[in-house]
């Protein structure tokens, strides 16, 4: 009988590691799209940029300045150029402008590919 207790007590204590290391696993960071959030690994496959001065890593549409030993979710830099849009974007037409939006960034098509540009007047706010 105590071996038994012993064996469920080290599986429940094998799972539980497992779990909280997945929690800040890369395959994780990449679900935090709220600006503002702090993550302690970035995803894997991001990339980095350099507008102006400043480093940026990006994931899908994600961008994240370092911050200590962690990574926080930031806007997107305006007048960064990107070739190709990130996965999920939507095309919207605001005051007879053709945009693309990703959650809260706003795109406009440009010379070889595509500029974020400031959110459009009358733009709605996506929130989660």
Do not use: D, W
């Amino acid at each position: 009988m105590a071996r038994s207790i012993t064996k469920l007590l080290l599986a429940t204590t094998v799972t539980a590691t497992l779990l909280s290391a997945c929690a800040s696993s890369p395959a994780e960071a990449h679900r935090v799209h709220a600006v503002g959030v702090s993550v302690n690994v970035l995803p894997v496959g991001h990339r980095t940029v350099v507008v102006g001065k400043k480093r940026y890593f990006v994931h899908n549409g994600v961008y994240y300045r370092g911050q200590g030993r962690n990574f926080r979710v930031v806007a997107a830099p305006v007048g960064l150029r990107v070739a190709t849009l990130p996965a999920g974007f939507v095309a919207v037409n605001l005051n007879g402008t053709r945009y693309y939006r990703h959650g809260n960034t706003y795109y406009r098509s440009g010379q070889k590919g595509f500029v974020v540009v400031k959110r459009p007047r009358g733009a709605r706010v996506v929130v989660g």
